[in-house]
């Protein structure tokens, strides 16, 4: 069993930076992929952006690239969001996610943290 705690989000100003984190407890396996979800009022969750424990690899969605930047800590088993530039339309409630494949769909995800909210606002 994998528990996901996430931390980090509150109210910024446009142009702002926030550092989410992503507290993993549990047996976190090797090949496992950590990613960043989003969900805005009324809209369906979203890829923000995927890392691979073990290699690193790191991959964005479009709207992000650029701006966010996801890494590890594998000694703390913390996952980081770090998120630079934001708009308001980066509004959301943040979710931290891990699933066996490399993926950019929620469906393949087993684990979900409770969420934290960003909003970007003057």
């Known amino acids: 069993q994998v528990q996901l705690v996430e931390s980090g989000g509150g109210l910024v100003q446009p142009g702002g930076s926030l550092r989410l984190s992503c507290a993993v407890s549990?047996?976190?396996?090797?090949?496992?992929?950590m990613a960043w979800f989003r969900q805005a009022p009324g809209k369906e969750r979203e890829f923000v952006a995927r890392?691979?424990?073990?290699?690193?690899?790191?991959n964005y969605d479009d709207s992000v690239k650029g701006r966010f930047t996801i890494s590890r800590d594998n000694a703390k088993n913390t996952v980081y969001l770090q998120m630079n530039s934001l708009k308001p339309e980066d509004t959301a409630v943040y979710y931290c996610?891990?699933?066996?494949?490399?993926?950019?769909?929620?469906?393949?995800?087993?684990?979900w943290g409770q969420g934290t909210q960003v909003t970007v606002s003057l």
């Open positions: 890392i691979a424990w073990s290699s690193g690899w790191t």
């Open positions: 549990g047996r976190i396996l090797s090949f496992y992929t």
């Open positions: 996610a891990a699933g066996r494949r490399w993926s950019d769909s929620k469906s393949e995800y087993d684990y």
